[in-house]
Structures are given as C-alpha cells and as structure tokens.
C-alpha cells in the first residue's frame, strides 16, 4: 500500500472509486507554500515553493492496480513525474507521492476544459474544502465559470 496525496480531479470521490476502487480516503491536509495552475494540456500543477499560501489536499491509502491505473489517467511519465514527500497522518509521519507536471508542460499556461473544472469543483464539495487555491487559478487562467 501507498499514500497518494490528490489535489485536482482526483479530490472527485466518484472518479477515484471508477479508477481505484480499493482506494481508501485517510486524511486531509494542507500543504503549505503552495499554488495551483492550470498548466500543459489544461491540467492542475501543484507549485511548492516561495508562496504564501496553501492547497488543500486529500490523501488516498491506494494498492498497485490503483497506482497503475493513477499513472495512465495522469499520463506518467510524460505530462507528470512522481513526488515523494513525508507527511504526517494521526501522529504517524509517512511517505506520500503527488504528481507535479514535468517541464516543459509546467511553464505552459493552458485553458482547462469545463468538464475537468467541473470535475475538480466536485471534488471541492466532496472533501468540504473551500475554494480559494482553486478559484486563483481559475483566476490566473483567465477562465469562465
């Protein structure tokens, strides 16, 4: 088993029973220092670096079908990389993985489809989170609700 931190789309509790029906949601988290933007093909990146805000993000206890199935949806290797970080859930500090989009796709600003914006708004309300790291980079984006 592995920890897959979500922070887009896969926030959609309906898309991760279709992809990872042993997928089980065990924490949530904010991971600090971080942006959203909507980059190659029009895909969320998860930006960690000198920023003075956060992102909520869900984390998933996933097997290796999962995995796999995470790796084609996400287009690993080519459009997104695997990101191993410590996290800590309950009182136990643990190694998680997000997916963080490879260059040159990351430095490409582009428009999102209303479908996956839709998709991650879902997952928003699925998870109760609020919407300020999204609406930003909607925002940045230039996109119409």
Same mark, same amino acid.
């Given at each position: ?7 887009g ?5 309906s ?15 904010k ?20 920023f003075?805000?956060?992102v909520?993000?869900?984390i998933?206890?996933?097997? @290796? %079908?999962?995995? &796999? ?11 997104? *990389?695997?990101v ?6 309950k009182?136990d500090?643990v190694k998680?993985?997000?997916y963080?989009m ?6 490409? @600003? %582009?428009?999102p &489809?209303?479908k996956?914006?839709k998709?991650?708004l879902?997952?928003?309300? *699925? ?7 999204l ?11």
């Amino acid at each position: 088993m592995k920890y897959y931190i979500a922070y887009g789309s896969n926030l959609n509790r309906s898309l991760m029973k279709k992809f990872c029906p042993g997928s089980e949601l065990v924490a949530k988290a904010k991971i600090k220092n971080a942006v959203l933007r909507f980059r190659g093909h029009g895909y969320l990146n998860l930006e960690i670096g000198d920023f003075d805000t956060f992102v909520y993000t869900a984390i998933w206890k996933i097997d @290796r %079908a999962c995995e &796999k199935a995470l790796d084609i949806y996400e287009d690993y290797p080519k459009l997104y *990389d695997k990101v191993e970080i410590d996290i800590k859930i309950k009182d136990d500090l643990v190694k998680a993985f997000y997916y963080k989009m490879n260059k040159p796709y990351d430095s490409e @600003r %582009a428009m999102p &489809k209303k479908k996956y914006v839709k998709t991650v708004l879902k997952g928003y309300k *699925d998870m109760n989170f609020e919407t300020s790291a999204l609406d930003d980079a909607i925002e940045e984006i230039g996109f119409e609700k």
